[in-house]
């Protein structure tokens, strides 16, 4: 059990890694709106895109570094002068900027892809955040690739950019490879081994290849001490996604009593973020997604509607308001009872008046049931004004 209350920094980088996921390109207008958007949410960093990919990406970036007063801006840049100064420039006008630089550290990386020599990556990861501290000095490193990183050189390349002056070193799982143990416990190694660790907040940006990428994240803190965690609204990103950020948030509040973390978001904005980000990108959120999913609140057996009338905690472990659904969403069809009926009716301002009447409706209800999966509002308001009419 955690101790502390420590502040977990919540880096969303649905403008950046999320925009990678393939069809998901955002214009630059649609990407101010979200930057806003994640403002309200009070996320510690938005990764506004990558400054050297593309001209829209660094106009996009530059218009959000200028508007975004409350959270702080960020650029990915590779390791390369060109990409670093590009960042800055797009990042200028920011009241808080941060340069998150990257190089590849695994063999397969850097022998098949940069075509470099370990001692090459590691002069050129060091150039690259010496080159970032001219312009901010929050500087993030990440080594890509890391989770399949021999530790040993792992450690010498994280030494010498915290050396360096990188203030986060982001441990990447590119390939969404790790488990949650093993990828915690490299991250707690990393820690352990690498004498000036604790000049830089440990951070971790995980992939959902194997659909673990919210558990090796949470791994990543409780094991191996990560203090930031990267993630995406809806777990938009790359291939099968990234970290979903109100998985994330939701996780570490709802059980603060084991976490003992703090995150400063506004929940109430969470469903409001997906409902854009989905909106924008074409994206349709599943119906069983945690949090922001449809049906994420909604219950529809009859031994739970009577439990969450009774008492909402016997099946809701969070409040779906708390995340900004707009109430709790009790699915009225045939396995609902006769509870979950009588409260539908209140709520629609209808009263029977005797029990009797009540049960009359509830039997038409079950009927009608039988025949349409779903119940709405209206078929209740015409079931109800057939039985007031058999009087
Ligand atoms: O997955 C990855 O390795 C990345 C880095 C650029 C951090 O997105
Ligand atoms: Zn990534």
């Known amino acids: 059990m955690a101790a502390s209350s420590e502040k977990l920094i919540i880096f969303d980088t649905t403008l950046r890694d999320g925009e990678q996921s393939p069809g998901a390109s955002m214009t630059k207008d649609e990407k101010v709106r979200i930057a806003r958007q994640l403002e309200r949410l009070k996320v510690d960093v938005i990764e506004a895109g990558f400054a050297a990919s593309s001209q829209g990406d660094f106009e996009a970036i530059r218009a959000i570094a200028s508007l975004i007063k409350d959270s702080t801006v960020c650029s990915l840049s590779r390791a390369n002068d060109r990409d670093i100064s590009r960042a800055a420039e797009a990042l200028a006008g920011a009241q808080r900027k941060r340069i998150h630089t990257f190089i590849a550290t695994s063999a397969l990386h850097m022998e098949k892809k940069l075509r470099m020599s370990p001692e090459q990556v590691l002069e050129q990861a060091k150039l690259a955040v010496r080159f970032a501290r001219q312009f901010t000095d929050d500087v993030e490193f990440s080594p890509e690739d890391g989770s399949r990183s021999d530790m040993d050189f792992l450690c010498r390349v994280l030494e010498a950019v915290i050396a360096e002056g990188a203030t986060t070193i982001n441990f990447a799982d590119t390939v969404g490879y790790g488990v949650p143990e093993l990828y915690g416990n490299m991250l707690k190694t990393l ?30 803190v409780m094991i191996g001490g990560a203090r930031q965690v990267e993630c995406t609204i809806n777990g938009l990103g790359e291939r099968a996604g990234n970290t979903a950020l109100e998985e994330i948030v939701m996780a570490v ?139």
């Open 191 to 220: 820690r352990e081994r690498i004498p000036n660790s604790d000049k830089a907040v440990w951070s971790v940006h995980c992939h959902n290849d194997l659909g673990m990428a919210v558990a090796n994240s949470l791994a990543g």
């Open 253 to 391: 509040k709802t059980r603060r009593d084991y976490f003992g973390l703090d995150v400063g978001i506004d929940t109430a904005q969470i469903v409001p973020t997906s409902k854009l980000v989905s909106q924008i990108t074409g994206f349709a959120v599943q119906p069983n997604k945690s949090v922001v999913g449809a049906n994420a609140f909604a219950h529809a057996s009859g031994i739970h509607q009577d439990g969450i009338l009774k008492a909402r905690d016997t099946y809701e472990i969070m409040r779906a308001e708390d995340v900004g659904w707009t109430a709790n969403k009790i699915v009225l069809g045939k396995l609902s009872g006769r509870n979950a009926f009588k409260q539908r009716l209140e709520e629609l301002g209808v009263e029977l008046e005797s029990e009797a009447e009540v049960n009359a409706a509830f039997a038409r209800f079950k009927e009608l049931a039988d025949r349409k999966s779903e119940i709405f509002d209206e078929d209740i308001m015409a079931l109800v004004g057939d039985e007031q009419q058999a009087h």
